[in-house]
């Protein structure tokens, strides 16, 4: 693990150009990405974020106003995987800004940065519900992956603005190795952890399990997008209690009934997961995730 964040340090440390003057509009489409295109742009950006943090990044509302924000972007940071399909392509169009759009200098798709896991061998019909026919996009609960995003972010920032791409290579060092001690700190924590079964609602936990070796046993959802029903919710209790699963993760922007019953059924904790850093409250990618490790933490830790 630590292998891949002296990989990064070691690259980013390469080559370090000097800086001049002028603020770059940054926005991404969910808040993970834009807390470390704040840390990695630092005064020399300006970010938001389409969606909030309580907001589910799979549907969020195409409206003006967010079409407006990227009117007059220099860059759009997307998680990409089709999990901004239903919204992100209308707001671009609607934006009419030529630097922002597939292909070109100012659009970054993060999922070409990252190991992308659960790649369907065969094509997915998105029409049976499966919101995820590319791959799982919900690399961000992973540090190791975000550790890749920031540099990939450094890297393009220094493409379209290279007067400050001394600015930028810092920051993003000072960020992966800041990502890379937490991670350190959380990685210790957990390893108790280590191989407990857990249920989650939406598959969001993949990355996650896979980075704290996590045994997810079951998912709320029948199918990733799919609201489950009494049959399947009778199921997953029933799983729950055969594999003492400890602790049920649950995305806040899903409605929690579920969860709850099954958590109340079985005795395990519910864990409550953000979608982001919340960046009107000021928190950084590294807090977001601190905030979840110290949930399990209690559940799991020494
Ligand atoms: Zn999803």
Not at 144 to 153: F, L
Not at 245 to 252: N, P, Q, S, T
Request: hydrophobic share 45%; glycine share 8%.
């Amino acid at each position: 693990m630590s292998r891949w964040f002296a990989v990064l340090i070691a690259t980013l440390a390469l080559a370090l150009p000097r800086a001049a003057h002028a603020a770059l509009s940054i926005v991404t489409t969910t808040s993970d990405l834009a807390a470390i295109a704040k840390e990695v742009g630092g005064a020399d950006v300006q970010v938001t974020s389409l969606a909030l943090h309580t907001q589910d990044p799979h549907f969020v509302d195409a409206k003006p106003h967010l079409a407006l924000k990227l009117a007059k972007a220099d860059l759009l940071i997307a998680i990409g995987l089709e999990l901004e399909l239903g919204w992100l392509p209308t707001l671009q169009t609607g934006s009419r800004n030529g630097k922002i759009q597939p292909g070109a200098a100012g659009y970054l798709d993060c999922s070409t940065l990252v190991r992308v896991l659960e790649v369907p061998t065969e094509k997915v019909d998105r029409s049976q519900g499966d919101v995820h026919p590319n791959g799982n996009p919900h690399y961000m609960l992973d540090p190791r992956q975000a550790a890749r995003v920031s540099k990939g972010i450094a890297d393009r920032l220094t493409q379209l603005d290279p007067a400050h791409a001394d600015s930028y290579r810092k920051n993003a060092l000072a960020f992966i190795k800041r990502l890379g001690k937490a991670t350190k700190g959380w990685e210790a924590a957990l390893a108790k952890a280590k191989g407990a079964k857990v249920i989650a609602y939406h598959k969001t936990i993949v990355y996650f399990a896979d980075w704290l070796g996590l045994e997810v046993v079951e998912y709320v959802e029948p199918r990733p997008g799919i609201p489950p029903n009494p049959h399947h919710v009778t199921h997953v209790i029933d799983v729950a209690k055969s594999r003492g699963v400890k602790a049920i993760l649950h995305e806040v922007y899903y409605p929690a009934k579920n969860s709850e019953l099954i958590a109340k059924q079985t005795g395990a904790t519910l864990v409550k997961i953000p979608g982001g850093p919340d960046l009107k409250g000021g928190k950084t990618y590294v807090q977001h995730l601190d905030a979840v490790v110290k949930q399990l933490v209690k559940i799991y830790g020494n």
